[in-house]
């Protein structure tokens, strides 16, 4: 990638200086006691030092990446940012062995960075689909074909087969997408979710199935398209946008992710979201898709103790 030529991804003083500018736009602000910018100085020092202020209201030093996904990581920023900018631009995502061959870490490492990108791309932002009385699609996906946890006892082999259950929202008119992990399709699973996340007002569109018959009545309109009798949709009542989210996501699954614990999942839900979510048809370009991540990466610690080390997962 032509971008790795600038500073920021293989300069550590450049990618600090990167990623303040993102994380604090206004000048440091204090992780400890919320102080601003007059009430701290910046440490002169030697590279272990690298990025350190000294809050002078609390007196305790920080750096950037305290509160952040990169706190405790002994992985250098600019190789951070070179993994944040491959996963923001890469279609399909971009497996563990990928970014372990790309930046030179450890598979481990690869695979621990990874999970974290994927929890700064999940999004904060809760607010209804639909909320323009425009139309909100929902359809639900099955993924892989997990033998890894198969019941307790269970001998491999025997042809238990598992599929994760996804069921995923898309609001055609701002083309922003949001998916979760479902335990079953019932309409007692699957009605609550939906009503949480659209606005009474919005259009819902599903297929025929069964299990949002009743949630339907509580909105706006209920297009339902009948797959059933071979029909794809009448004028915009269709699910054609979610279904094209879902072949992205699928693709991306199993060309990259194929062994994916469930446990894991809704990381990967929100991995493909935020980047169908931040495309370029929505008018977002591959560094402010990036730009974005860093913002999510506030706020978003993991340890090691969360996401538990599986190298089974790619
Ligand atoms: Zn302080």
Redesign the pocket.
Known sequence: MSIFLEPQFHNEEAAYAFIEARVWPDGPV?P????TEK?IGKLKGNSTRMGTYK?Y????PFTVKVGTIFESSHVKLHLWLQAIFLIAASKKGISANQLHRTLGVTLKTAWFMGHRIREAMRSADLAPFGSDGGAVEADETFIGNDRSIKPKGQKKGRGYHHKHKVLSLVDRTTGQARSMVIDDLKADTIGPIVVANLDEEARLMTDEAAYYTLVGRRFAEHGVVHHNRGEYGRGDIHTNTIEGYFSIFKRGMKGVYQHCAEKHLHRYLAEFDFRYSHRIANGVDDAQRAAKLIKGAVGKRLTYRTTDSQMSVS
């Open positions: 204090c400890h006691c919320g102080a009430h809050c209201a609390c007196r305790k």
